[in-house]
């Protein structure tokens, strides 16, 4: 599979930073990070990565607002979305489904298997 | 006037007979001839008449007889009492007055009433008013000695009729008949029942010797004597020494001793006792009345003789009248007693009675003061949903005082809207259901504040079904059934501050969520990564530091997730997505879960399945079963196994199911250390590990087992476990079959 790059969308540093290094560690693909739902959907416009990472609770613009803003825009709404989050509630979760993303994963995440993960979320084959 | 041979005349018209005596039917009731009675205090009798005859007669001591003895004597009628036939006189024939005197006494009676030649009643002679009509002729006609005598006779009589007291009549006759007679002793003999006597009064002149309170042997006085006087004989004899006196040797001799010259008997006869409930015709002898002369010889007059036979008359009547008093002083003794003991009883009882209030009114004041001091809103409502008791909550919270909701019906003190809310639950405990809810309460000044709701149904205890047989009778049985609640008892808890408190938990653990698993997420990523070894090689104790920090942050992962997942199932934030699984294919993949860690640990894992349909959330169930597999393989020794098993279940031999349908058991067995029976209670309680050393050996979090008592619990199963220390563990669960086959 050709090496895929991602857009992490998280107001935390450390966790762009372990989830860059857990993807290109487990599957070799490439990551940029956003700390803001702003910069992120500037991002995303700008290179069309082939799956956003995005945390729900950011201060500002959150994940959903965010997510709505990639759903809005052309260039950007057909790109597979998969939100990160620490909710644990079950009507939040079948909230973010009705959303139409393309997955939820839970924090905290199995750090060796996230690739696999959202391969699996978005259908791709590792 | 006619002239008769003695010379007395007489009309009964005008001076004899009353001519209006009291006159009543045989019929009449006791309670209106008493009241006759009292209405005419001067008759001494009452007449009964029937077409102007006369039927019978009662005497007022008849009356009183009556009365005394028998407690329901207003019913009876007058015919009880009366004395039949009566003995009646004629008008149209001549009499004098002696001759009806004689009449009335021979008779033994003392009243004669007067018909016309048809029988009817014209008027009644009494023996009182011929007496006092016989002295006035004496007074007329008669020598002055006789005059005299006539009057003294009327004035002894009178004197007698004095006094109540037999002592007293007893005494004052010997006197007067010694006195009047002249008379040197004169005594009375009482004869006892067993035919013996003896002198109970006396009077004796000077020298003569008194003889009182002597026995007379029995030879003085045979029993065949006794018979004779009984039946009135009147014995006047003039010289005890004379042949015709009749007397026996013994007798004259005994006569001697006493020195009596001549003697006058007469007898004092009595009616029976009234009390033994003998008729008023049988009479017995009571004693003699006995003039002696001394000094010498005597001729008795008839004079003499009549005045003694009219005293010894007036004892007997004054000793039946005695023995009626006597006897009525019994009774009243009697009753006296019975009312002061019943009044004793009665002041007992009372006094009982005050201190029962007085403990009642205590312990009422005791649950007053309890009820309006504890934080709670307390109330009894009766059948009719009005508020028979409220406590004084209700004036501090609602701003009503208990007087002023007393009484009135819920509805009208909660107001419709909020009645229209709780109507289901009030209809429910008064069907005998007791009943909890939660609602919202508006508090005086308006805030409103979520309270807690418990309806306690008052059931009748008493109100046991009838066990009618009867198949008629099954309607009214089942009727008769259903508990007779008088009404429940509510008590409502504000629990504002709990409901507060648990909002605040759940926005606690929202943020301890996200805030803890950020910086959690990071470490433990960063840490998985670095035990990789592929960001560069470490020394041997960096290595170790790494592991140390890399295990401790997966169980404070585990730990932080548990608690969550407790909190979500306890809030009933989850809702388990049920339907039909197959139990076989659940144990398998709890099995292929477990799998490593199993190899990691040398334990066998053995599965021994029966395929059954069961109806439950197959994730959850999975994790009740990989958390009890871990267990197992956690506390086994390696080179050990666990069995699982499932097998059908009819739970009636459950510990705590509290359902009766069939479910599927599940077992998972091992052949570690096993349980002390004292923690089996508690193990499924949070944070009850064996020992907390345990929980950091084994890397448990303390929540596991009970978080699998809550998912069981969710779908109506139970969780058990079973244990001999050194022998292994079991742990059960069970679930409910799915509906196809249940």
């Given at each position: 599979m050709p090496s895929k790059r991602v857009l992490i969308i998280d107001d935390e540093v450390s966790i762009q930073k372990v989830v860059t290094i857990s993807l290109k560690m487990e599957a070799d693909w490439s990551v940029m990070a956003a700390s803001s739902g702003k910069e992120g959907v500037q991002l995303a416009e700008s290179h069309?990565?082939?799956v956003i990472l995005l945390?729900?609770?950011?201060?500002?613009?959150d994940g959903i607002a965010t997510y709505e803003a990639l759903q809005e825009n052309p260039v950007t709404q057909s790109i597979p979305v998969v939100l990160l989050t620490a909710k644990t509630r079950t009507a939040e979760k079948q909230l973010f489904q009705k959303l139409g993303v393309a997955g939820v994963i839970t924090k905290p995440f199995p750090p060796l298997a996230l690739a696999s993960e959202i391969a699996k979320l978005v259908h791709w084959s590792l | 006037m006619q002239s008769t041979p003695d010379g007395c005349k007489f009309s009964f018209e005008k001076d004899?007979?009353?001519?209006q005596p009291l006159t009543a039917s045989s019929q009449t009731r006791l309670a209106k001839v008493m009241e006759l009675m009292a209405a005419n205090p001067e008759a001494s009798c009452i007449l009964a008449v029937y077409r102007q005859k006369v039927i019978g007669i009662a005497t007022r001591s008849d009356l009183m007889r009556v009365i005394a003895a028998q407690a329901d004597w207003p019913k009876l009628r007058l015919s009880k009492v009366i004395t039949r036939p009566v003995m009646t006189v004629s008008a149209t024939e001549p009499k004098t007055l002696t001759s009806l005197l004689q009449q009335l006494e021979q008779h033994r009676i003392s009243h004669l009433p007067v018909v016309d030649g048809q029988g009817n009643l014209l008027g009644l002679i009494e023996q009182n008013r011929l007496m006092q009509k016989l002295l006035h002729q004496h007074q007329q006609y008669r020598s002055p000695l006789q005059h005299q005598r006539t009057q003294q006779l009327a004035e002894i009589t009178l004197k007698i009729r004095q006094s109540l007291h037999l002592k007293d009549i007893l005494q004052t006759t010997v006197d007067e008949v010694k006195r009047l007679l002249d008379a040197d002793r004169v005594l009375i003999y009482q004869i006892f029942p067993d035919g013996t006597g003896k002198t109970t009064r006396e009077a004796v002149a000077s020298p003569y010797a008194s003889i009182l309170d002597i026995a007379f042997p029995e030879e003085v006085f045979p029993e065949d004597y006794q018979a004779l006087y009984a039946k009135g004989r009147v014995r006047p004899v003039?010289?005890?020494?004379?042949?015709?006196?009749?007397?026996s040797d013994c007798l004259v001799e005994f006569m001697d001793e006493l020195q009596v010259q001549s003697k006058l008997i007469v007898p004092i006869v009595q009616p029976m006792n009234p009390s033994v409930g003998e008729?008023?015709?049988?009479?017995?002898?009571?004693?003699l009345l006995i003039a002696h002369h001394c000094r010498n010889p005597r001729q008795w007059s008839d004079f003499e003789l009549d005045l003694m036979q009219h005293l010894a008359g007036q004892i007997s009547l004054a000793l039946s009248q005695g023995q009626l008093l006597e006897y009525l002083e019994d009774r009243v003794e009697l009753r006296t007693a019975e009312l002061t003991e019943s009044n004793l009883a009665l002041q007992r009882e009372i006094k009982e009675r005050q201190l029962v209030e007085a403990a009642l009114r205590q312990s009422e004041a005791q649950l007053r003061l309890i009820t309006n001091n504890l934080p709670v809103l307390i109330a009894y409502v009766d059948s009719n949903q009005c508020y028979q008791f409220n406590n004084q909550v209700y004036e501090h919270w609602l701003g009503e005082s208990p007087q002023t909701i007393s009484g009135k019906s819920m509805k009208r003190v909660m107001g419709k809207a909020h009645y229209e809310k709780v109507k289901d639950h009030i209809v429910a405990a008064l069907a005998g259901e007791a009943v909890s809810y939660e609602s919202e309460l508006t508090f005086q000044g308006g805030r409103s504040h979520s309270v807690s709701v418990t309806y306690i149904p008052h059931i009748e205890p008493h109100s046991r079904p009838h066990k009618e047989v009867s198949k008629k009778n099954n309607r009214n049985s089942k009727r008769k059934s259903k508990p007779q609640v008088k009404g429940f008892f509510a008590l409502t808890t504000d629990i504002s501050d709990r409901i507060a408190i648990e909002r605040m938990k759940d926005e606690f653990i929202a943020v301890v969520s996200h805030e803890l698993r950020t910086p959690l997420t990071s470490i433990h990523t960063s840490l998985k990564l670095l035990a990789t070894g592929r960001l560069g090689e470490l020394s041997d104790d960096g290595q170790q530091m790494l592991e140390v920090a890399d295990e401790n942050t997966d169980r404070l992962v585990r730990l932080v997730n548990n608690v969550l997942d407790l909190q979500r199932i306890d809030s009933g934030e989850v809702t388990m997505d049920t339907y039909a699984c197959d139990t076989a294919k659940l144990l398998d993949q709890a099995a292929e879960a477990m799998q490593t860690l199993a190899q990691q640990h040398k334990i066998d894992l053995q599965t021994q399945a029966v395929s059954l349909s069961v109806w439950v959330d197959p994730d959850y169930i999975i994790r009740v079963l990989t958390n009890l597999i871990g267990n197992a393989i956690k506390f086994s020794s390696s080179g050990h196994s666990v069995r699982l098993t499932v097998e059908p279940y009819l739970p009636h031999a459950a510990p705590s199911s509290k359902s009766n349908s069939k479910q599927a058991l599940f077992c998972v067995q091992d052949y570690g250390q096993g349980i002390p029976s004292h923690k089996l209670a508690v193990i499924?309680?949070?944070?009850?590990?064996?020992?907390?050393s345990d929980s950091r050996e084994k890397g448990g979090t303390g929540l596991g087992l009970t978080i699998c008592r809550k998912i069981v619990e969710q779908h109506g199963g139970s969780i058990w476990a079973e244990s001999h220390p050194g022998q292994g563990s079991r742990f059960y669960f069970t679930v409910p079959l799915s509906r196809a086959q249940a």
């Open positions: 069309r990565p082939d945390d729900v609770m950011m201060p500002g613009i | 004899l007979a009353n001519t003039a010289d005890v020494h004379q042949l015709e006196s009749g007397l008729t008023s015709l049988s009479k017995q002898l009571w004693g499924f309680e949070r944070f009850k590990q064996l020992d907390s």
